[in-house]
Antibody, heavy 127, light 111 residues
Framework: EVQLWESGGGLVQPGGSLRLSCAAS????????MSWVRQAPGKGLEWVSV????????YYADSVKGRFTISRDNSKNTLYLQMNSLRAEDTAVYYC????????????????????WGQGTLVTVSS | QSALTQPRSVSGSPGQSVTISCTGT?????????VSWYQHHPGKAPKVMIY???KRPSGVPDRFSGSKSGNTASLTISGLQAEDEADYYC???????????FGGGTKLTVL
C-alpha cells in the first residue's frame, strides 16, 4: 500500500524558513517523480514543485521560484521542501504527491499527474 | 482565482446523478487528454477518481465517469451515495512549462 506522510509544518513569521518532509513507502520511491501541491485557506489546489526520480531535474511554480527548493533522499525514501523568505500568501496545507509515471505515446513527453497523495501538513505564515 | 473553472457547489439526493464541470483553455483541458478528478474529504488525502479524462483507477466505482468536450471536462456521479459528499477537484496537464493546473474545487452535498 502506497503511503505518503508529510511533516514539518507549523507557524512561522514572514521572512522565515521552514523545511517540510514527506516519508514514502509502498512503492519504489527512486523510480518516480514527486511533487508538492498546496491549498491555501478557502482556495483551490496549486502545484508548487516537482523533482524527477534522480533528484537532478527540478521545476517550480512562478509563485515560489527562487524561494523554495525541492529535494529528495532516495536512500531514505523521503521528499523535502525547503521554504525560505516565506510570505503570508504561502499559508496553506502542503501535500506531497506521487507522480503516476506516464509518458505520452506520441511525443514521449512526461505527463505530470498524481496517483497518490499524503494527508498534508499546515504551514501558517503570520506575525 | 484558479486556473480551471469549476462550480463552487453542486447537490443531489441519494440515487440521483450530478455533473461537475471543469473549464479551461486550448492550452490545457482542450489541448490534452490528461484531465484528472480528485475526491477530497477534508483532513484526508485526496484520492484520484478519474484520470486521462475518462479512465477509472481500480477500486473506483463505475458510478464515477468522466468526459470532455472542447475546453470543458465533466465528472458525472450517478447513483449518489452519502459517502460521495466531498470536495472534487479537476486537474489538467498543461505542457512542459506550466506542468499542471487545478480547478478551484466543487463541494458536493448529498441532500
Amino acid at each position: 500500500e502506497v503511503q505518503l506522510w508529510e511533516s514539518g509544518g507549523g507557524l512561522v513569521q514572514p521572512g522565515g524558513s521552514l523545511r517540510l518532509s514527506c516519508a514514502a513507502s509502498g512503492f519504489t520511491f527512486n523510480s518516480y517523480a514527486m511533487s508538492w501541491v498546496r491549498q491555501a485557506p478557502g482556495k483551490g489546489l496549486e502545484w508548487v514543485s516537482v523533482i524527477y526520480s534522480g533528484g537532478i531535474s527540478t521545476y517550480y511554480a512562478d509563485s515560489v521560484k527562487g524561494r523554495f527548493t525541492i529535494s529528495r533522499d532516495n536512500s531514505k525514501n523521503t521528499l523535502y521542501l525547503q521554504m525560505n523568505s516565506l510570505r503570508a500568501e504561502d499559508t496553506a496545507v502542503y501535500y506531497c504527491a506521487k507522480d503516476r509515471g506516464h509518458y505520452d505515446s506520441a511525443t514521449y513527453e512526461h505527463v505530470l499527474g498524481f496517483d497518490y497523495w499524503g494527508q498534508g501538513t499546515l504551514v501558517t505564515v503570520s506575525s | 482565482q484558479s486556473a480551471l473553472t469549476q462550480p463552487r457547489s453542486v447537490s443531489g439526493s441519494p440515487g440521483q446523478s450530478v455533473t461537475i464541470s471543469c473549464t479551461g483553455t486550448s492550452s490545457d483541458v482542450g489541448g490534452y487528454n490528461y484531465v484528472s478528478w480528485y475526491q477530497h474529504h477534508p483532513g484526508k488525502a485526496p484520492k484520484v477518481m478519474i484520470y486521462d479524462v475518462s479512465k477509472r483507477p481500480s477500486g473506483v466505482p463505475d458510478r464515477f465517469s468522466g468526459s470532455k468536450s472542447g475546453n470543458t471536462a465533466s465528472l458525472t456521479i450517478s447513483g449518489l451515495q452519502a459517502e460521495d459528499e466531498a470536495d472534487y477537484y479537476c486537474s489538467s496537464y498543461a505542457g512542459s512549462y506550466t506542468f499542471v493546473l487545478f480547478g478551484g474545487g466543487t463541494k458536493l452535498t448529498v441532500l
